[in-house]
């Protein structure tokens, strides 16, 4: 399946060239469309989304319908495959994050603009640019690739894909596949491509603290009587050490790839200021892939300008745990929630309620398909991809591959260390892009040399 004669590998780079400009137009006229899937949006531009979407798949000869089931539409399109070719479904989400403020962009962000090189708007790049590598890997081949082709484009990827699971069960005899491209990921850096092949899994719990009926004068009662907030400080404190790390014990955790990946980039990429040093142990990359990490994202007390001289009776905090891509989500909440348990001091009275909890990913990296991909990509770039991991977690990713379990799953994206996905700025890089359009091209025709 990896190899391909030079001229039809010419061919099909130089009609993704071509098919460029068309693309790029159709990505602008996608990315106008604000399909911010919150509830607090208007949920009247996600159908207007689905519809664009459904729209351009139509326009490519696939057999196309918008599902829904009990979320937001998704939209599936088909073209089988010629007999004896496998199959391949290809996904990207077409809802966005919500743009945050107007004033932090430097365009507005549903008005996509190009500069140097980038093209700046919220979804330019996640996932809009996904919806159009898949297209225009079409578009190459002429609306006739040599393998079945299903493309499958989700409404609520943003906000954790809820429906999904439905999704795949009412309608996943239509998008069964040898292989499963997921259009949602990165590449390691411009120049080089990459294939994701671990996330990790998260949970979220709310912590809720009570040490007092209700609340007292701190002058009066102060050192004598604890308040919620100092023991849930206490508690949230329990959860590293002295480094940072994890303290939770039982947790699993891995080795990541030995990329290079230094401080002074993770300085640059996450902007921590001068003097403030790191925490954990072990690799970068080991620390942010395939380690626990544990962050208090939110914690309710009072505001400090309207803070009272009061011993307060009740405190909470929500605590986000990402977890090493083995590890069992469930299993994880358990151990956490006895750490803090444990870890409650003087006696606080402690409520724990699990919010939310996600899978994560290991990919078995390896065989035909994963061949044909590794050689499409160097073709594209110029260069072999390499294997990376992602910290965070992408719910949709374990859904698949719970789902298909013999397909083999591959995790590509459009994204660059750049992008900035869900931020103000967010933006595709042109040239980078193009290479993406060209590998998945390359693919489609190496599986379709791929006769059963
Ligand atoms: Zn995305």
């Known amino acids: 399946m990896v190899d391909l004669d030079l001229q039809r590998r010419t061919e099909l780079t130089d ?30 531009e996600v159908d207007r989304s689905a519809a ?47 743009p945050g403020d107007d004033a932090d962009w430097d365009s507005p962000p549903f008005e996509p603009t190009e500069r140097d090189g980038r093209l700046y708007g919220r979804g330019a790049a996640d996932d809009k640019a996904g919806v159009m590598a898949h297209i225009a890997a079409l578009r190459a081949h002429g609306g006739r690739p040599p393998c079945g082709v299903n493309i499958f484009v989700e409404g609520e ?4 894909s809820d429906s999904l699971p439905a999704i795949l069960d009412k309608h996943g005899e239509l998008l069964r596949a040898e292989a499963i491209v997921l259009a949602d990921s ?14 990790r899994g998260m949970i979220r719990v709310v912590v809720t603290v009570r040490t007092l009926d209700h ?30 790390t ?3 014990q039982g947790l699993s955790a891995s080795e990541a790839s030995d990329l290079p990946y230094d401080e002074a980039r993770l300085r640059d990429e996450s902007g921590l200021l001068d003097g403030v040093g790191t925490v954990g142990t072990g690799s970068l990359l080991t620390r942010m892939w395939t380690k626990p990490s544990i962050t208090t994202i939110g914690i309710d007390a009072p505001a400090v300008d309207r803070a009272a001289n009061l011993l307060v009776p009740t405190a909470r905090a929500k605590v986000s745990m990402r977890l090493a891509p083995d590890q069992d989500p469930k299993a994880a909440y358990e ?7 444990e870890h409650a001091p003087w006696g606080a009275q402690l409520d724990i309620q699990l919010d939310d909890e996600g899978e994560g990913f290991a990919a078995d990296a390896t065989g035909p398909v994963y061949d044909a991909a590794r050689a499409s990509f160097a073709d594209a770039w110029g260069t072999e991809p390499v294997d990376m991991g992602i910290g965070g977690s992408i719910p949709f990713v374990a859904a698949f591959a719970e789902r298909f379990p013999d397909a083999a799953i591959l995790v590509t994206g459009v994204e660059d260390p750049d992008s900035r996905a ?20 390359l693919l489609l025709e190496r599986l379709g040399e791929h006769r059963g």
């Open 15 to 44: 009609r993704v060239h071509a098919a460029m400009p068309g693309v790029l137009s159709d990505l602008k006229d996608l990315a106008r469309i604000p399909s911010v899937s919150l509830d607090s949006f208007d949920q009247a």
């Open 52 to 98: 664009a979407v459904a729209a351009l798949l139509e326009a490519e000869g696939m057999q196309v319908q918008v599902v829904r089931e009990g979320g937001r539409p998704a939209v599936i399109g088909r073209i089988p495959a010629p007999e004896g070719a496998p199959t391949i479904t290809l996904y990207a989400h077409h809802d966005v994050q919500p």
């Open 157 to 160: 990827e943003e906000i954790a």
């Open 186 to 199: 990165t590449n390691w850096e411009i120049g080089t491509p990459a294939l994701t092949t671990t996330l």
């Open 215 to 244: 609340g007292v004068h701190s002058g009066i009662f102060g050192g004598a009587v604890p308040d919620a907030l100092m023991a849930l400080i206490r508690v949230l404190a329990s959860l590293h050490d002295d480094a940072g």
């Open 246 to 248: 994890v303290a939770v």
């Open 335 to 341: 151990l956490l929630a006895q750490h803090l348990r």
């Open 422 to 441: 869900h931020g103000a700025n967010e933006s595709l890089h042109l040239g980078e892009f193009e290479k993406v359009c060209v590998a998945e091209a």
